[in-house]
């Protein structure tokens, strides 16, 4: 097949010393400071789960997936090389540092920080921004600064956001409140999409506590299943229904779980007489007019939900270069899981909901 792939989700390397390039020899103590305040965060709770997971899977996938070896993980010429050989045309990369868990703390210094780290991915897209679409994050800590910085980074090109998925990590209100009207206001403007990558969520600190396996085998998978909760409080909570123009990706969440869930909450309006005062449609109604999913080789949710979520809300990824990555074979695999499947939905969920979304 010669068509279009484009890989809703994909990473890149980003180093402190990388985004220290951007930042004034004033400000550098400060970040190393907040920086290794971090890291000893993520030493803890879910943070320690997070990296000794994903050490053990790289120590056992070392033989047969070295993608995170390559330099295409942290070069953007050698990343081009990489999607050449996978027959992959564009990606939207999501950078492995978590920038909202600690630029909020560098005194003295947050906005050049927030603007620092952004302008390094930008240098990243800069080989080939039709290519490369890195999503720029914004810290919702200061409001107003994330007004502004959706508004500089919309102005150098911006094609994607990333935000928080749970604001409650940091002790902030969750998103129904008043108090995010301005800055969902003004990314509805510029028609760009708020991504929501799950991942390490520290409110899962006491489960990966109380998790009594080697690797938090417990915790890991209720990762994804509580984006029941950031779904919930974007549309049950009205956020959709004040701001209908918003594009909204979740990234990883998987497939088939949420077409249980849209089931459900609309049964709770229906038939079980549950009340949500702040939205006038079903919530299925708002998931389909706004909420598009990214999934990288699930099958099963693919071949028996995909009318259910909707064909124009999921997208393919290939998530290099983590473990499960479909590199180098992601032709052969989208082949396989794609069996059956007509070429108009195909060709939506490998490509065309991707240029769609992201304005390619």
């Not at 200061?142 to 749970?166: I, Y």
């Not at 109604?285 to 999934?295: A, G, I, K, P, S």
């Not at 998530?319 to 939905?345: C, K």
Request: charged share 20%.
């Amino acid at each position: 097949m010669t068509e279009r792939l484009i890989s809703a989700d994909s990473h890149v390397k980003m180093t402190h010393d990388q985004i220290k390039r951007y930042l004034p020899q004033h400000l550098q103590e400060a970040y190393d400071t907040a920086a290794a305040a971090y890291e000893g965060r993520m030493s803890r709770g879910t943070g320690a789960a997070n990296r000794a997971g994903a050490t053990q899977v790289a120590a056992q996938i070392a033989a047969s997936n070295a993608a995170f070896t390559r330099d295409g993980y942290w070069d953007p010429v050698a990343r081009l090389s990489d999607m050449d050989a996978d027959g992959v045309e564009a990606e939207v990369l999501y950078s492995e540092v978590s920038a909202f868990r600690y630029l909020a703390t560098v005194e003295d210094g947050v906005n050049e920080t927030v603007r620092a780290f952004n302008d390094a991915l930008a240098d990243f897209a800069a080989t080939d921004p039709k290519r490369l679409i890195v999503s720029y994050q914004i810290p919702i800590h200061d409001l107003d600064l994330a007004v502004a910085e959706v508004t500089r980074v919309a102005n150098l090109g911006a094609k994607s956001l990333q935000m928080p998925v749970f604001p409650s990590e940091f002790g902030l209100p969750d998103y129904f409140d008043e108090c995010y009207t301005p800055l969902f206001a003004r990314i509805a403007e510029t028609g760009l999409p708020i991504c929501f990558h799950i991942g390490l969520n520290t409110n899962l600190d006491d489960l990966s506590r109380r998790d009594p396996t080697p690797n938090k085998g417990i915790m890991v998978p209720v990762t994804a299943l509580v984006t029941a909760e950031a779904f919930g409080m974007l549309i049950m909570g009205g956020v959709l229904e004040r701001h209908p123009d918003l594009k909204v990706v979740f990234v990883e969440p998987g497939l088939a779980w949420v077409a249980w869930w849209l089931e459900t909450v609309d049964d709770m309006v229906v038939r079980q007489g549950y009340k949500f005062p702040d939205i006038k449609e079903l919530p299925s109604w708002y998931f389909h007019r706004n909420v598009h999913l990214t999934f990288i080789d699930e099958k099963v949710g693919l071949q028996r939900v995909r009318d259910l979520l909707g064909i124009s809300n999921i997208m393919w990824s290939s998530d290099f270069p983590h473990p499960v990555t479909s590199w180098p074979r992601s032709r052969e695999i989208i082949a396989e899981i794609f069996q059956g499947i007509p070429a108009d939905e195909r060709a939506a969920i490998v490509c065309n909901n991707a240029a769609r979304v992201w304005q390619l």
